[in-house]
């Protein structure tokens, strides 16, 4: 795998000081941006906020227990908004795919440059909505909180930095990707 791909983790362990410039985010964001759309339909909206703004503050506001504990030590969040549409089962599915395509790109970008990216779907998207006078038609679906590692893990909280150490694991490739049949591991 590339090393950016393989750098990338969702941490909870970030420096509450570090800041992100203006320049970095608007990388991250054209990274989204310039993500595939389904029929070119282009249906991602974002919602920035930076540590100490009324936007981060509203946004921390909406998270929920599990995140409110690390979240809000992040330089940056971003609320990615896409197609809400339920009548219209097409657009209502690839809207959602665009935004998870564009928040991969995201996070692939956001190491590019040092940082890190953490999605999140645990906050009141309602709130959100509410918030930000998100209109019918669009639904927040992740806060991506973006930020650099505290360099001293031992300046963390220890719930943060144990969670932080917990193994990361995936389903080995055998038991994902199939040949010949379902079930039967592709054998390259
Ligand atoms: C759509 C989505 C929503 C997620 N929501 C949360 C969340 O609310 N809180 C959280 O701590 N992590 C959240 N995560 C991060 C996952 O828990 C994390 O990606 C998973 O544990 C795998 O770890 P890794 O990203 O380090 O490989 C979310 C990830 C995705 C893709």
């Not at 964001?29 to 974002?46: S, V």
């Not at 389903?171 to 040949?179: I, R």
């Amino acid at each position: 795998m590339h090393e950016l791909i393989e750098s990338r983790w969702s941490p909870r362990g970030y420096d509450d000081t570090a800041t992100v410039s203006a320049s970095e985010i608007t990388e991250i964001l054209d990274a989204g941006r310039w993500a595939p759309t389904w029929g070119r339909i282009q249906p991602l909206r974002f919602v920035v906020g930076l540590r100490g703004d009324d936007t981060f503050t509203r946004l921390t506001g909406t998270l929920n227990r599990g995140n409110i504990g690390w979240a809000p030590r992040a330089s940056a969040f971003i609320l990615l908004c896409t197609t809400n549409d339920p009548d219209d089962a097409k657009a209502h599915t690839y809207g959602a795919v665009d935004l998870g395509l564009a928040l991969s790109q995201m996070l692939v970008q956001a190491r590019a440059l040092g940082l890190h990216g953490h999605p999140m779907a645990g906050f009141d998207a309602a709130a959100a909505s509410e918030r930000f006078d998100i209109p019918h038609d669009k639904r927040p679906l992740v806060v991506l909180a973006v930020g650099r590692l505290a360099d001293d893990p031992d300046t963390l909280p220890p719930e943060i930095r144990e969670r932080d150490a917990w193994p990361r694991e995936r389903l080995p490739l055998s038991e994902v990707a199939f040949g010949t049949t379902w079930g039967e591991p592709f054998d390259s």
